[in-house]
């Protein structure tokens, strides 16, 4: 079955949605944030672990699973979700991110991306046709195009280019995709520049894809230009259509981008962090590293309601796990972290309901950034009806 995206309710004050996604294995509200698992496992948890964090959708990485166990491994085992065992919809991207922080300018052609194996060294070439096979066979709830990944700054003529490339491989991906239980969406690129974003999401919408992604941000721009960027691409969208961010899950990004419109996004950080001993709490992030923590028996956040907070794991205890580098500790951080952002969508989906969506994003802006304010100036023009 291919996804069905319900439009509950615009807010009344920005262009944040709340949403319904239909899938093969249940249905979940939106904005939502997702765990990523490349491996076909999100670092250190369980399946039932993440269950318990309330998580819907989670995304495995296609180039990953393709070398290594490789696609006819996956599929001989029934497809990703036998494999790991998920009864939950999978998301897996294209490949194109990684295999572009691989590749060099003049190892993309129109053929595709020629670039080294990051295991052994081989040379390898990944197609739009390739990627599709690919994720046909990992049989994920939801396959994503293969784009170029327009990294940033990048010139007017470049992304131009680069844009008319990424709708070509677009429809040549969606004639070789095949399996009839997954969803294909398509991506949006064009840079810093609004008319290239519009003339990307025009094409790619005659094309009729299932949903569509905004790309080609978190690539080293500042925030206010990734707002810029996010905004060019949900205000040409279809409003009947999911809408996903790639790579994106700063607290405050999550929040900016459900006020421009996005549906749902993803992100390494929550696990990245926990393992080098970083977590979130409404006050802001933290290092659970710091000499003080050495002697605080309180949990991470006394208002946190995962497995870590309401079992009562101190901080001086997972400090000391990190401080020893033990692996319980980076658990106990990624459990703690993934489901921050999952209740933050959760939070702001309760916001969209009862109307009160700005209300609730300067209570959050108060309470972690504190008297410091936002870290960059916003436009309130870019999200405010």
């Given at each position: 079955?291919?996804?069905?995206y319900s439009?509950?309710?615009?807010?009344?004050?920005?262009?944040?949605?709340?949403?319904?996604?239909?899938?093969n294995?249940?249905?979940?509200?939106?904005?939502?944030?997702?765990?990523?698992?490349?491996?076909?496992?999100?670092?250190?948890?369980?399946?039932?672990?993440?269950?318990?964090?309330?998580?819907?959708?989670?995304?495995?990485?296609?180039?990953?699973?393709?070398?290594?166990?490789?696609?006819?491994?996956?599929?001989?085992?029934?497809?990703?979700?036998?494999?790991?065992?998920?009864?939950?919809?999978?998301?897996?991207?294209?490949?194109?991110?990684?295999?572009?922080?691989?590749?060099?300018?003049?190892d993309?052609?129109?053929?595709?991306?020629?670039?080294?194996?990051?295991?052994?060294?081989?040379?390898?070439?990944?197609t739009?046709?390739?990627?599709?096979?690919?994720?046909?066979?990992?049989?994920?709830?939801?396959?994503?195009?293969?784009?170029?990944?327009?990294?940033?700054?990048?010139s007017?003529?470049?992304?131009?280019?680069?844009?008319?490339?990424t709708?070509?491989w677009?429809?040549?991906?969606?004639?070789?995709?095949?399996?009839?239980?997954?969803?294909?969406?398509?991506?949006?690129?064009?840079?810093?520049?609004?008319?290239?974003?519009?003339?990307?999401?025009?094409?790619?919408?005659?094309?009729?894809?299932?949903?569509?992604?905004?790309?080609?941000?978190?690539?080293?721009?500042d925030?206010?230009?990734?707002?810029?960027?996010?905004?060019y691409?949900?205000?040409?969208?279809?409003?009947?259509?999911?809408?996903?961010?790639?790579?994106?899950?700063?607290?405050?990004?999550?929040?900016?981008?459900?006020?421009?419109?996005?549906?749902?996004?993803?992100?390494?950080?929550?696990?990245?962090?926990?393992?080098?001993?970083?977590?979130?709490?409404?006050?802001?992030?933290?290092?659970?590293?710091?000499?003080?923590?050495?002697?605080?028996?309180?949990?991470?956040?006394?208002?946190?309601?995962?497995?870590?907070?309401?079992?009562?794991?101190?901080?001086?205890?997972?400090?000391?796990?990190?401080?020893?580098?033990?692996?319980?500790?980076?658990?106990?951080l990624?459990?703690?972290?993934?489901?921050?952002?999952?209740?933050?969508?959760?939070?702001?989906?309760?916001?969209?309901?009862?109307?009160?969506?700005?209300?609730?994003?300067?209570?959050?802006?108060?309470?972690?950034?504190?008297?410091k304010?936002?870290?960059?100036?916003?436009?309130?023009?870019?999200?405010?009806?």
């Amino acid at each position: 079955m291919k996804i069905k995206y319900s439009l509950l309710k615009e807010d009344r004050d920005t262009f944040a949605r709340l949403g319904k996604i239909k899938t093969n294995y249940g249905t979940f509200e939106t904005p939502m944030f997702m765990p990523v698992g490349t491996a076909a496992t999100v670092k250190t948890l369980s399946v039932e672990e993440l269950k318990g964090l309330n998580a819907g959708i989670i995304l495995a990485n296609t180039y990953h699973l393709w070398l290594r166990p490789g696609e006819d491994v996956v599929d001989s085992a029934g497809g990703l979700h036998e494999f790991m065992k998920w009864d939950g919809p999978i998301l897996t991207d294209s490949g194109g991110f990684q295999v572009f922080s691989l590749a060099k300018p003049k190892d993309i052609s129109e053929e595709g991306v020629h670039f080294k194996n990051h295991l052994n060294g081989d040379n390898l070439l990944l197609t739009p046709e390739k990627s599709i096979e690919i994720q046909n066979k990992l049989d994920s709830d939801i396959a994503m195009s293969f784009d170029e990944c327009i990294g940033w700054p990048a010139s007017y003529e470049y992304c131009k280019d680069s844009v008319e490339r990424t709708l070509r491989w677009a429809k040549r991906g969606k004639e070789v995709h095949k399996n009839q239980r997954q969803s294909l969406f398509g991506i949006v690129q064009g840079g810093e520049y609004e008319d290239l974003r519009r003339h990307c999401v025009e094409e790619l919408v005659k094309m009729d894809f299932d949903g569509y992604s905004i790309g080609g941000t978190s690539v080293g721009e500042d925030k206010p230009t990734m707002y810029r960027m996010v905004r060019y691409g949900t205000k040409y969208l279809p409003t009947d259509k999911v809408r996903y961010l790639m790579g994106v899950g700063d607290p405050i990004d999550i929040i900016e981008n459900v006020c421009r419109g996005i549906d749902i996004f993803d992100c390494v950080s929550p696990t990245r962090l926990a393992r080098h001993g970083h977590y979130y709490t409404r006050f802001g992030k933290m290092n659970i590293k710091n000499s003080k923590n050495k002697n605080d028996f309180s949990v991470l956040d006394s208002d946190c309601d995962c497995y870590t907070c309401k079992k009562g794991y101190s901080k001086a205890y997972i400090r000391h796990l990190i401080v020893s580098q033990e692996t319980l500790g980076a658990r106990l951080l990624s459990i703690h972290n993934i489901r921050y952002l999952i209740r933050l969508t959760e939070e702001i989906r309760n916001a969209i309901k009862n109307d009160r969506l700005l209300e609730y994003r300067t209570e959050f802006i108060k309470n972690y950034y504190g008297d410091k304010g936002l870290p960059y100036k916003e436009n309130w023009d870019e999200f405010k009806k």
